[in-house]
């Protein structure tokens, strides 16, 4: 295992050990990011929200150590980031449905046929995010891809999720992604979910 995680252990959390788990669990009114990327967008957040915790959750090893890199120069304490992919370790870490918002922010939309298969907006996933929501919890999901839209929109539609609707507000942060296509003035679509 690369041991350069193991240096930011104010921010990384180890979701091999228990005792992680059971604190992470005593937490009220988490804020998740799943696809955390660089976690620029997560550590604004947590910079605005200094009382709530915030949780990032990203495959790609060097993202997670930009991001712990990151928060660890500022000092943050109330943002922590967990390496994995989202679908098998979803359910094991959150078993006490303590969490207030989800962000999912430019899931890989996976373009070609062949590759559908890969994308993470599936009704099996959906439902075991609704599971960790708490009552009146929200979920917003952004993506440039219109395609993915709809397939998105279908997805849901096979959910637990019975409220949706398209996100108007502009009030969150931008993500690196959502940056680099505000300077090609190509159109971010929003969805916002609530468990209720
Ligand atoms: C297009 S990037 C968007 C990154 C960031 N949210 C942003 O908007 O700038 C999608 C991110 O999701 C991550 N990702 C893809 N599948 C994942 C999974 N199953 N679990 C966790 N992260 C995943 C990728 O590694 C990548 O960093």
């Known amino acids: 295992m690369n041991l350069k995680i193991y240096k930011y252990k104010q ?7 228990t005792d992680e788990i059971i604190k992470l669990n005593s937490e009220k009114n988490i804020i998740l990011d799943i696809g955390s990327g660089e976690g620029e967008f ?4 947590a910079i605005k929200n200094k009382n709530e915790l915030h949780i990032g959750i990203e495959i790609k090893y060097g993202r997670i150590i930009k991001s712990l890199k990151r928060v660890d120069k500022i000092g943050l304490k109330n943002i922590k980031f967990i390496y994995g ?8 870490i959150f078993y006490s ?7 999912i922010n430019n899931p890989d939309p996976w373009p070609k046929d062949r590759h559908i298969k890969n994308r993470i907006i599936k009704s099996n996933l959906l439902n075991k995010l609704f599971q ?7 979920m917003i999901i952004k993506t440039d ?3 993915y839209l709809e397939y998105m929109k279908k997805e849901i539609n096979e959910s637990k999720f019975k409220k949706w609707k398209s996100y108007k507000k502009n009030s969150l942060p931008l993500t690196k992604f959502q ?5 090609t003035n190509k159109e971010i679509y929003a969805l916002y979910l609530t468990k209720n």
């Open 145 to 147: 891809s219109s395609e």
């Open 11 to 17: 921010n990384y959390l180890d979701i091999s050990k």
């Open 97 to 103: 449905n303590n969490i207030k918002n989800i962000y």
């Open 85 to 92: 992919d989202i679908n098998p370790i979803v359910e094991s």
């Open 42 to 45: 997560l550590t604004e957040l």
């Open 132 to 138: 960790i929501l708490i009552r009146n919890g929200e």
């Open 179 to 183: 940056k680099d296509f505000k300077n």
